[in-house]
C-alpha cells in the first residue's frame, strides 16, 4: 500500500494540461478542383508573434490523431524531464471524403511515375496503373504554391526548418522530396517508405542519394515487414550511409517484430523526439 500510494503521489505531478491543443481545420483546392483539408494543431501557449518550428504530415485522413497524441507526449515530458522539445505547429494534409478517396488521393499525389510493371496491384481498393499514379511533381508544386503559403502567411514560423512527415507512399514522396525539392524541407521523417517503388528507380543508377543542403532525417522500418519493402530499404541506406557528404544527419532505426502498420506509434513518437528535441 505504501508503495502504491508513493506512485500515485508521483503520476499526480505528471499529468496532461486540463485543455486540448487548438486544432484548426481548413479547406483548400488544388486548381483541377481536389479539395483537401489541412489539419492545423498549435503547441500549448501559442503566442501569435513567436516563431516556431514547423511540421507538415502526410495522410492526416487517419494519422492525424496518432501524430498530434505522440507530439502531446513529447510536450508533456518536456515539462517533467530534461527532453527540452521544440514547440512545433504541427499541419496535417488530409484527403476529402472516404477511405477510397483517401487511397484515390495519396496513390496519386505520393507516387513520381506512373506505375510501370504487369503485376495487377492494388492499394486500398484502388488498381495501380497508369491513370491513379504518378502526380507526385504536380502535388509537390500544389504543395510549394498553395500549401504552404497558406499555413506560413498566417504562421510566424522557421521555414529554414520546415519538416515533413509520410508514411509508406508518403514516405516514398519525402524521399523525392528530398532529391528532388530540396529546397522545401530540411527535415524529414520517413516511416516505412515505398522505395521499392519501379523497381526503386527514386535511387537506383542514381549519382547521388545524398542532397547537398544540410538536413535532418529519420527513417524507420519493423522487422516483420515485407520483403519487398526491407530489401530496398536496406540498399537505400547502405547508400546513403557510403556516399554521405556530412551534410546528411541520417538516423535509421528498425523496430523488432513491428508490421508495416504496428510501427507507426513507436517510430512518430521517436522521430519527432529526434528531430525536434533541441538538445539532439
Known sequence: MI???????????HTFDSVEPTTVT????RDNGQLYNLI????????????YKILYYLDAWWLKDLVSGCYRLLSLSNKTTTNNMEDVILVGISSVGDERAWNLQRNMDFTPSKFNSNLKFNLGEVPLDETTTGGAEEFLLFFKQQIIPSIESDYKVDSASRGIMGHSLGGLLGFYSY?????????????APSVWWNDSEIFRDKASVVSKRE?????????AEIKMMKGPMAILVEKIKSENNGK????????????????????I???????????K
Open 3 to 13: 508503495f502504491f500510494t508513493a506512485s500515485l503521489s508521483h503520476a499526480q505531478n
Open 26 to 29: 481548413r479547406e483548400i483546392k
Open 40 to 51: 492545423i494543431t498549435l503547441p500549448f501557449d501559442y503566442q501569435k508573434g513567436k516563431e
Open 179 to 191: 532529391l528532388n525539392h530540396s529546397d522545401l524541407f530540411s527535415n524529414y521523417i520517413l516511416l
Open 215 to 223: 538536413s535532418k532525417m529519420f527513417t524507420a522500418m519493423g522487422t
Open 248 to 267: 546528411l544527419k541520417f538516423t535509421y532505426k528498425q523496430y523488432e517484430n513491428a508490421d508495416h502498420h504496428s510501427v507507426l506509434p513507436q517510430a
Open 269 to 279: 513518437y521517436d522521430g519527432m523526439e529526434l528531430i525536434y528535441t533541441k538538445s
